[in-house]
């Protein structure tokens, strides 16, 4: 049997309890109702089996760009208001990728410097 994806995992120089509140409030899901803050890990479990998100305490701070990170789809939103309500909430946009026919992204870290990505919702959709 093949192995299953049980967490994607987030390395914290700082209070693993404040990344997860972000991530919490930016997507929308709880932290679980076992950690508090100054545990040294912290998760948010997501609905339907997917992977949770576990944000741990590290020592060594984050040298480069992640090799891996989430391409996010507004819902609900145009990709504008979503890069705002991030911003909001303590990320920084890093790069506009943004196209004049709505394709593209915008690149945006996390207080903690892990990159994400908002693409265009269904809100932005123009004939191509």
């Known amino acids: 049997m093949n192995p299953t994806i049980r967490h994607i995992t987030f390395d914290c120089t700082g209070e693993p309890y404040e990344l997860a509140r972000f991530w919490s409030e930016f997507l929308g899901h709880p932290i679980s109702d076992e950690d508090k803050p100054g545990d040294d890990e912290i998760l948010i479990e997501l609905p339907n089996d997917a992977p949770g998100l576990l944000f741990v305490r590290v020592e060594e ?68």
């Open 61 to 128: 701070p984050k040298t480069s760009k992640n090799r891996l990170h989430f391409d996010l789809r507004p819902t609900g939103r145009t990709r504008s208001q979503e890069v705002e309500r991030a911003v909001s909430l303590g990320a920084h946009i890093l790069t506009d990728r943004t196209l004049p026919n709505a394709r593209g992204w915008v690149v945006l870290t996390d207080p903690e410097g892990n990159e994400f990505c908002i693409e265009r919702g269904e809100l932005d959709r123009v004939e191509d």
